[in-house]
């Protein structure tokens, strides 16, 4: 029995390693959008999910209009449909921004949405950046600005 807990307390020993790193990082760079008309009417609604897989996400590395595209993801193209819970609300889309990997304390990303019809909307988005986690801290969709409040819940007014 002594020779079992002299084991056992051995092994507690080599299964702890103080330098292990159990933090862990927080990384929020995405932004759920919906879109309206001037009268209030949710565009997103009446589309469907074949009209809004052909969207596409560009971030500009370079200056340069790179497509994003991940096939191993669920939204390999960054951009999912969201419907509103209940059936109540606006239907959103949530997009994937540009986040580039720079060190400093703030780093700004443009992405693009370039919609069916081949028009591009623009997006602006600053970063913070720290030991453990790398965050929107606000945005602007075309000329509408955004802040982390917004990442969530934000109307974009789309004139026709």
Known sequence: ????????????????DKDENN???NVESQIWVSYIDPDGNDLLKSLG?????????????NDKKVLYQKSNL?????????????????YQLRLVLYNPPTEGEQ????TYV???????????AEFSNGQDHRTITKFRYNE????????RNFVYTVDQ
Not at 107 to 110: E, H, K, S
């Open 107 to 110: 780093t700004q990303g443009t």
């Open 144 to 151: 509408k600005e955004g802040t982390m409040d917004d990442v």
């Open 23 to 25: 933090e862990s990082f």
């Open 114 to 124: 370039r919609w069916e019809d081949g028009r591009e909307d623009e997006i602006l």
């Open 49 to 61: 999910e074949e009209t809004i897989s052909k969207f596409r996400l560009y971030y500009l590395e």
């Open 1 to 16: 029995m002594k020779y079992i807990s002299l084991i056992l307390l051995a092994l507690t020993f080599l299964s702890c």
């Open 74 to 90: 669920d939204a390999p193209y960054g951009i999912t449909l969201v419907k509103p819970e209940n059936g109540e609300g606006l």
